[in-house]
C-alpha cells in the first residue's frame, strides 16, 4: 500500500474499523487479542540488552522510586539464570519472596513495584502470559489496535511497549527495515504526553521521547493525531517532517502550532475560521513556506457485508496465532494460582540462594 510495507494504527476510541472494511489485507485486533511475553527479547536482541531497556521504560512509565531499577534488573538476572524464558508472574512471584536489605526503603520500593507488576497481570493475563510471541509477525503486517477499555496507566505502558519492541527489533535485525508507518490518534493524553518529560529529571530523557528522535533511523514513520498539540511532547512539535493544522478554536492550541510551524499572526490566525477538511501543511523540506490544503473525507467505496467481514477477520486472527504459535484460549490454569490470602506461591528452591552477582 503506497510502497509501505506496514501500517500500525492504534485506535483508542474504536473509529478505524471501516479501513479494514476496504483495505482487507488490515487485521482488526482488540488488545485483548495481542500475545507475547514482554520479559523474552526480540529476535537477536541481547537479554543483558532488554532487559536494561523494559526495567528503564516501566520505571518511567510507573514512576518508580529511585534504586527500583536496580532492584529489578538483579531479580531479572536472576530468574535468567533459572528460567529459560520467565514471565511477569515469575518476575512478581520472584519479588514477592525476596528479604529486603535495607527496611524501610527497599519495603516502599518492593510494595510499588509489586503493584505495578499485579496491575499488568490481572488487566493483560493472557496477554503477557502466552506460550508464544506474535509481535515479530506483527511487525510485518497491517493491523488497527484497538485500545478501547484499557486503563490509562497500562494503554501507555502497552503502546510505548510495542514501539520500544519494533525499535530494538530493527536495531539489531537490519534486513528487517522494510518502511513502516505508525498511526497514532488522540495521543497526547495515552502515549505522547509532554507530562512525561516534565516527569524526568534534567539529566535524562522520557522514553518516549528518544524513541521520536530515533526511531527514523530504522524506518519507522509515526503520525501523531491530537486535538490539543500544546499537550504533545517537544520531539514531535519540533522534529516532524510534516506538521498539518485544521481548524482550532483555542488560543492555547493556535499558538502552539504558530510556533511549532513558523506560521506569521495572518497564517495562524486562519486556523479560527477553517471549513472542515481545510488546512494549513508545512514540510521541513521541499516546500518550505506554509500552504493550504484540503482534506477529504474517508468513505467506503461499498456497502460492507458484515458477516463476511467477521468470518475474514476470524480467519485472518486464526493464521496470525498459527503461524505465531499461539494458543488462541487464553492462559487459564497456567502459573497463576495465587494463594487465598493474597500471597505468592513460592517458587521451586526458593529457599536456595538467588543472588548470583554477590
Request: hydrophobic letters at 40%; a negative charge.
Amino acid at each position: 500500500m503506497w510502497g509501505i510495507k506496514s501500517i500500525k494504527i492504534f485506535d483508542p476510541k474504536s473509529e478505524y474499523g471501516d479501513i479494514a472494511r476496504k483495505f482487507r489485507d488490515f487485521l482488526l485486533l482488540s488488545w485483548k487479542d495481542l500475545r507475547f511475553n514482554p520479559l523474552t527479547p526480540p529476535p537477536n536482541v541481547p537479554r543483558n540488552e532488554w532487559y536494561q531497556t523494559i526495567v528503564g521504560h516501566m520505571a518511567q512509565t510507573f514512576n518508580f522510586w529511585e534504586g527500583a531499577q536496580s532492584f529489578l534488573l538483579r531479580l531479572l538476572w536472576n530468574l535468567s539464570q533459572r528460567m529459560v524464558n520467565p514471565t511477569m508472574l515469575d518476575l512478581l512471584n520472584a519479588l514477592e519472596v525476596e528479604k529486603p536489605r535495607y527496611k524501610q526503603k527497599d519495603y516502599i520500593i518492593m510494595a510499588t513495584v509489586s503493584s505495578r507488576l499485579e496491575m499488568i497481570l490481572y488487566t493483560c493475563r493472557d496477554i503477557v502470559m502466552a506460550d508464544s510471541d506474535m509481535l515479530p509477525i506483527l511487525s510485518h503486517r497491517h493491523y488497527i489496535l484497538q485500545t478501547t477499555g484499557l486503563m490509562s496507566e497500562i494503554e501507555s505502558w502497552l503502546l510505548e511497549f510495542l514501539l520500544l519492541w519494533e525499535y530494538m527489533y530493527r536495531i539489531w535485525n537490519p534486513d528487517k527495515r522494510d518502511l513502516t508507518l505508525h498511526i497514532y490518534d488522540e495521543c497526547q493524553h495515552r502515549l505522547f504526553s509532554s507530562e512525561k518529560e516534565r516527569n524526568i529529571k534534567k539529566i535524562s530523557a522520557s522514553i518516549i521521547s528518544m524513541l521520536v528522535d530515533q526511531v527514523r533511523a530504522t524506518n519507522i514513520s509515526i503520525c501523531a493525531l491530537s486535538q490539543e498539540p500544546s499537550s504533545l511532547v517537544n520531539a514531535v512539535l519540533n522534529n516532524s517532517y510534516l506538521k498539518v493544522a485544521f481548524h482550532l478554536g483555542s488560543g492555547v492550541e493556535v499558538r502552539a502550532m504558530k510556533e511549532a510551524m513558523g506560521l506569521t499572526d495572518e497564517q495562524a490566525d486562519s486556523l479560527n475560521y477553517m471549513e472542515t477538511g481545510e488546512a494549513v501543511a508545512r514540510m521541513a523540506g521541499g516546500f518550505m513556506d506554509p500552504f493550504p490544503i484540503r482534506v477529504h473525507e474517508f468513505r467506503e467505496a461499498e456497502r460492507v457485508d458484515e458477516v463476511d467481514f467477521e468470518e475474514h477477520q476470524k480467519r485472518l486472527k486464526a493464521d496470525l496465532y498459527e503461524e505465531a504459535g499461539v494458543d488462541g484460549r487464553g492462559v487459564e490454569g497456567v502459573g497463576w494460582d495465587r494463594s487465598l490470602d493474597g500471597k505468592a506461591q513460592e517458587p521451586e528452591d526458593a529457599g536456595e540462594e538467588w543472588d548470583v552477582l554477590g
